[in-house]
């Protein structure tokens, strides 16, 4: 839905989009998705809800609170980490970014913010050095 100039994602989106691109970008058969499961519903809602208010001005402060809250707020029974990455890439490619970024890297941030070794303000500036406007 768009709402001040970005688009933003719905609950169902994250269930049904992110949840399936997650799983293509990070499943291995020796570590697979998990099954899209809440342990608390309310948190992911608060996620996707909190970034439309005034005090996350930029796409990236947006961006980079909505995955930061994903991966510490852990609303799922498992795959939190994979899901917030997932979520902040599809957010900000849907307003038009692209991260430039490997696998692995991506795995070794969202392992960073789970454990409190990246703050939410590094992951906001990370993803401004990784993201390109893509072109129309």
Not at 44 to 71: D, R
Not at 72 to 82: F, T
Not at 112 to 136: N, P, T, V
Request: hydrophobic share 40%; charged share 25%.
């Amino acid at each position: 839905m768009a709402e001040n100039g970005f688009v933003y994602l719905e609950l169902k989106e994250v269930q049904e989009l992110c949840f399936w691109v997650a799983q293509g970008l990070f499943e291995t058969k020796d570590n697979l998705m998990p099954t899209f499961v809440y342990i608390n519903q309310g948190i992911m809602e608060s996620a996707l809800e909190s970034i439309k208010m005034p005090y996350y001005p930029t796409l990236f402060e947006k961006a980079g609170t909505l995955g930061f809250q994903i991966i510490e707020g852990h609303p799922l029974i498992d795959g939190n980490k994979r899901v917030g990455i997932t979520t902040t890439l599809i957010f900000l490619r849907i307003n038009g970014f692209n991260v430039l970024t490997t696998q692995k890297e991506l795995l070794e941030v969202a392992l960073k913010l789970a454990k409190k070794e990246m703050s939410k303000q590094q992951f906001i500036e990370w993803l401004k050095k990784h993201s390109k406007k893509r072109s129309q």
